[in-house]
């Protein structure tokens, strides 16, 4: 079983739609990323958080520590959002990687 | 704004060849580190370094070698590369007072025939 996954793997929806993608964890950690990676291979990331949740623009990240879980949130999603996007936690001096959630918004 | 470049953003080797892969940081960070990114098991880490002439094997070193002879400068080596290393390659670094905050470079798309 790997130490972060991520759901859905895959997931497709309409412009506007809100949308949602879950990284549970198995270790402990000292923060936790969301990444977003855009077709052509380069990574930015969203949000680092420990505990509580983040909002930028129509962007929410929450992380509950006790449940070992964190959810990203998209609100009127945009055909630009479509990319893949990346859960990884901060363990003991390294990242550790969930497998990636792609999302496709259509018009 | 920190920059993280890669020598190479598509780079196609043949079975046997010597490969190198830089990564240059502009920000004077201590910690770069190398990933691999492949379809259905997301990036895994090869290796890291914390400071020049310093590495640690990562979760899947074997194949590859690394050189940090200046700081902001982190080479990945495939000494005799193979069709299994054909993969995306990223660089990474961060800095000790930032914390886990890693900034990544545009990757390199190596291709091994």
């Known amino acids: 079983k790997n130490e972060v996954e991520q759901s859905p793997q895959n997931l497709t929806a309409q412009e506007g739609e809100f949308i949602t993608i879950n990284c549970s964890y198995s270790v402990g950690i000292s923060a936790l990323h969301w990444l977003q990676q855009h077709p052509g291979g380069g990574i930015v990331s969203l949000f680092m958080l420990s505990s509580g949740k983040k909002k930028h623009g129509r962007l929410i990240a929450t992380i509950n520590i006790q449940e070992k879980h964190s959810s990203l949130h998209i609100t009127a999603s945009h055909p630009r959002d479509s990319a893949v996007y990346i859960c990884a936690v901060h363990g003991a001096q390294k990242l550790v990687f969930g497998q990636g959630t792609r999302l496709t918004i259509n018009p | 704004d920190v920059k993280v470049t890669q020598s190479s953003r598509y780079l196609v080797k043949r079975t046997g060849e010597k490969v190198f892969l830089e990564c240059v940081q502009d920000m004077d960070h201590e910690n770069m580190f190398w990933y691999r990114q492949d379809p259905g098991l997301g990036l895994r880490l090869i290796y890291f370094?914390?400071?020049?002439?310093?590495?640690e094997k990562g979760d899947i070193p074997e194949g590859y070698s690394v050189s940090r002879e200046k700081k902001e400068r982190f080479s990945l080596i495939l000494e005799s590369a193979s069709t299994n290393q054909t993969s995306m390659y990223l660089c990474?670094?961060?800095?000790?007072?930032?914390?886990?905050?890693?900034?990544f470079g545009p990757g390199t798309r190596l291709t091994v025939t």
């Open positions: 370094s914390y400071d020049v002439k310093m590495k």
């Open positions: 990474a670094s961060s800095s000790g007072t930032s914390g886990p905050y890693q900034y």
